[in-house]
């Protein structure tokens, strides 16, 4: 009986071992799809609002206003809040962020929480809002650009150096993954196991304009992955629709069949693979999602 308790014991051991998190990662609920832009688009707010769970949101910006549609992420920790990105082109995005801080500080019983906008790169898609919140009290904006990146998180070594910034009892880890832009990060919050990708992996046309650098990059975050336990991978639009290998051409509103938001750690783990395997740049669909070569003549414009 010793020798059965023990072994069980040895056992127990052996696979907590294996997965230190498994009852760690706060949960969380996506929706099945969200809204595009229309059909009618009388009935639209210009951002839908998704909780993730109460301290995690996502914003989607409706295709009425811009046919981008982006995601926005708003994450709470107990001593600052962050917002991941502000939105591209007709929108009043500081509107819809205020109205949700407000709302988080009335059901946490709180009067103030400092908020930290950055971005997950700089195309104008994702940075349109920033000068709305300019004026904001108790706001820190970190520009859009890789020196402001470096400068605000300290990175010594980009890009092969993992930062973590602490929101308050949630340290949020800084990927750096250049290749759609150079300034790009993934942001991983260790407390729901989220990864988020901006546009460099997401379901739809993954623009490359420094192809080794991206490729180097999907290699890094794969090996990021390996070890952590990945919820959801999380990027900054949808292209692709329900169909495999199809996706939604560029310029699209209205998307009832689009892809669902969540790529999961199997899908960067493909994308590496793709990539390491791919002797020249040269576009590539797979099933949820495509390599889309551009030049580097791209990155300066405003760009997807
Ligand atoms: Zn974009
Ligand atoms: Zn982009």
């Known amino acids: 009986m010793r020798r059965l308790a ?17 009852q760690t990662l706060e949960k969380g609920k996506l929706p099945e799809h969200f809204p595009t832009g229309g059909p009618n688009c009388l009935e639209m707010q210009e951002y839908y609002i998704h909780a993730y769970n109460p301290s995690f949101y996502i914003l989607r910006q409706s295709g009425c206003t811009d046919y981008e549609k982006p995601f926005l992420y708003l994450i709470f920790g107990s001593d600052k809040v962050m917002l991941w990105d502000t939105g591209s082109r007709n929108s009043r995005v500081r509107e819809a962020v205020d109205r949700l801080i407000d709302r988080w500080l009335k059901e946490n019983k709180r009067t103030s929480i400092p908020l930290v906008v950055v971005h997950s790169h700089k195309h104008g898609d994702h940075i349109w809002g920033d000068s709305q919140f300019a004026d904001r009290p108790d706001t820190t904006l970190v520009k859009p ?19 973590t910034f602490d929101l308050g009892g949630r340290p949020m880890d800084l990927v750096p993954i250049p290749g759609h832009t150079d300034d790009s ?9 989220i990864l988020l990708t901006g546009d460099t992996v997401y379901p739809g046309r993954l623009y490359v304009s420094d192809f080794e650098a991206f490729k180097a990059s999907i290699h890094r975050l794969a090996a990021f992955t390996a070890d952590k336990q990945i919820a959801h991978v999380l990027g900054n639009h949808i292209e692709q629709t329900t169909t495999p290998f199809v996706d939604y051409p560029t ?9 669902e938001l969540a790529l999961s750690a199997g899908n960067v783990v493909e994308l590496d693979r793709a990539l390491q395997s791919m002797k020249e740049p040269k576009t590539l669909k797979l099933r949820d999602l495509t ?14």
């Not at 650009?145 to 890009?159: E, I, M, R, T, Y």
């Not at 310029?251 to 892809?259: L, R, S, W």
């Open 291 to 304: 390599i889309s070569i551009r030049g580097p003549a791209r990155g300066a414009g405003r760009g997807q």
């Open 251 to 259: 310029g699209t509103k209205y998307q009832p069949d689009e892809h």
């Open 185 to 193: 990060f993934a942001l991983y919050d260790r407390q729901t196991g």
């Open 6 to 22: 023990g072994f069980t014991l040895l056992l127990a051991g052996a696979l907590s071992a294996q997965t230190p998190e498994t």
């Open 145 to 163: 650009d890789l020196a402001s990146v470096k400068a605000f998180f300290g990175f010594q070594n980009w890009p092969d150096e993992v930062r």
